[in-house]
């Protein structure tokens, strides 16, 4: 499958929000020549996925943001250049439209009206391409792994033909399986298509064998308004020349930040050993509908976290929804210390209602518009202190310091759902710490960070430990689980 590459030229281009009156990003001045693979850098929040957007033509018209300068692919506007751009996401669930795998990879065709006979040529090389040709075209997106999910949604993006590849952080979710799966998939259709490919990642070393170039963006300072393009060239130059101010910017540079800054959060005070767990699983049997894990048995204590990983798909999710209280056990029991539980009905929090949860149990989702529910990011952390008694004055301090901590202080007055994924992800963590609970559920945590964000993540999770906290984090991030010194529960697939 050769595909004709496409070129991308800005010149001065900047996008302001309109609610949040800011500038996503401005000055922004590159070429990307046909058939290069680009990796674009920059600290989390500073515009990339506004970028990516823009290329692929769905940032939004005049009612959500101004654009100034111009941005095109191969002369042409973004938003008018069907099937020229492919965007995957980071999250293959939001990507993924129908019930069967031929179905699903379809559906880009379609909308650009390609012939029947024609689509389903494409499906088939595409899903071949991706690595997904010994699965039928019947089988069910809901079966598929991470991993396999996010290549299907890849496979989609290739069978319209796009002369540009985008990809936002498209291992950001997946274990390190479907990492593998997803670098090795792109790494071959990049040698049979000749696709120009821009990939956003903050952990470089993933993509680093198939990149010829890096661009670094810089967020638009709010006073001088200086942003745009701050770094450009081989990932040899750019790492070599500027890997010291990449670095301090909060970017992973390949085999400098883990080794040098991480440890920072390692010692903890543990609760000892002897001490009656915060929450346990006893006999567990837990799914949605269908068990996922059975005969479970767990024990967690205040001051210690304990880190949930395996693979996707294997219900780590589901179960840290049960443990929260949020999901009812198929059989066995969840349950909570007498001490946390006073004042609540009964020790199993799936039967408490939702103010009984309030400062016991906090439950940070997956998904961070999940538990959005105030119109300004201020009144979001707020939220929780509130509704734990504390009057206004008290509440907006919590809020005011929970923001600051977090980085996100200039949205305070922001709309939660403008901001980007990794600012998104921070604001969830903060409006539940803000409610100081005894025992903390985070799912996933730490995705879409760069270094410097991470790094404040971690010094929060162990601070709360520290304070007799009882911490429970899905995760794939390996270094958040060392940096931690967390203890491991591994999961593998029902009835491995």
């Known amino acids: 499958m050769r595909i004709t590459p496409a070129g991308v030229e800005a010149k001065g281009w900047g996008w302001r929000h309109t609610t949040r009156k800011d500038f996503a990003l401005r000055d922004v001045d590159l070429t990307i020549r046909p058939g290069e693979h680009v990796l674009l850098l920059g600290a989390s929040g500073a515009g990339k996925s506004t970028l990516m ?3 692929a033509g769905v940032l939004g018209g005049p009612e959500e943001g101004d654009q100034e300068g111009t941005l095109t692919v191969d002369g042409i506007d973004p938003s008018v250049a069907r099937g020229k751009v492919g965007l995957v996401l980071q999250d293959p669930d939001s990507q993924i439209i129908l019930e069967r795998v031929g179905d699903d990879a379809a559906f880009g065709c379609e909308n650009l009206n390609v012939p029947r006979d024609e689509i389903w040529r494409r499906v088939r090389e595409s899903l071949d391409l991706v690595g997904l040709d010994g699965i039928s075209l019947e089988r069910s997106t809901r079966h598929l792994s991470g991993g396999q999910r996010q290549r299907l949604a890849l496979a989609g993006v290739l069978a319209m033909r796009p002369g540009l590849l985008l990809l936002d952080e498209p291992t950001a979710n997946l274990d390190p399986e479907g990492v593998r799966e997803v670098h090795d998939a792109v790494r071959d259709v990049l040698a049979n298509t000749g696709q120009t490919m821009v990939v956003v990642e903050h952990h470089i070393d993933v993509w680093l064998d198939l990149i010829d170039r890096v661009i670094v963006i810089g967020h638009p300072n709010p006073d001088s308004h200086v942003g745009g393009v701050i770094a450009d060239g081989t990932p040899r130059e750019v790492f070599g020349e500027y890997g010291d101010l990449l670095a301090a910017g909060g970017a992973w540079v390949p085999g400098r930040a883990i080794a040098e800054r991480a440890p920072q959060a390692v010692a903890a005070v543990r609760a000892d050993a002897t001490d009656e767990p915060a929450l346990v699983a006893d006999d567990l049997s837990f799914g949605r509908g269908t068990a996922l894990g059975e005969h479970i048995d767990l024990a967690f204590r205040s001051g210690e976290v304990t880190a949930l990983m395996g693979p996707n798909g294997a219900g780590k999710s589901t179960l840290a929804l049960t443990l929260a209280g949020l999901l009812k056990p198929l059989a066995g029991h969840v349950r909570v210390r007498a001490d946390i539980a006073s004042g609540a009905r009964g020790d199993e929090p799936n039967l408490w209602r939702s ?20 119109p300004l990011v201020r009144d979001e952390v707020a939220i929780g202190p509130k509704s734990m008694g504390a009057d206004e004055k008290k509440a907006y301090a919590i809020a005011d310091e929970m923001l600051e901590r977090m980085n996100l202080s200039r949205f305070a007055k922001a709309n939660p759902y403008t901001l980007s994924g990794g600012e998104k992800r921070r604001l ?14 985070m799912d996933e945590p730490t995705f879409g960070q760069d270094f410097t964000t991470w790094t404040e ?16 984090v899905v995760t794939h991030d390996e270094p958040l689980v060392e940096a931690l010194d967390a203890r491991r529960i591994m999961f593998g697939f029902a009835g491995e």
């Open 355 to 374: 103010r009984e949860l309030l400062g016991r149990i906090g439950m940070v989702f997956q998904e961070p518009e999940h538990q959005f529910a105030a």
């Open 457 to 472: 993540m971690v010094d929060l999770i162990a601070g709360v430990r520290d304070q007799g906290c009882a911490v429970i």
């Open 428 to 441: 969830s963590v903060a409006s539940m710490l803000a409610a100081a609970p005894r025992i903390l559920v």
């Open 53 to 55: 957007a823009a290329l």
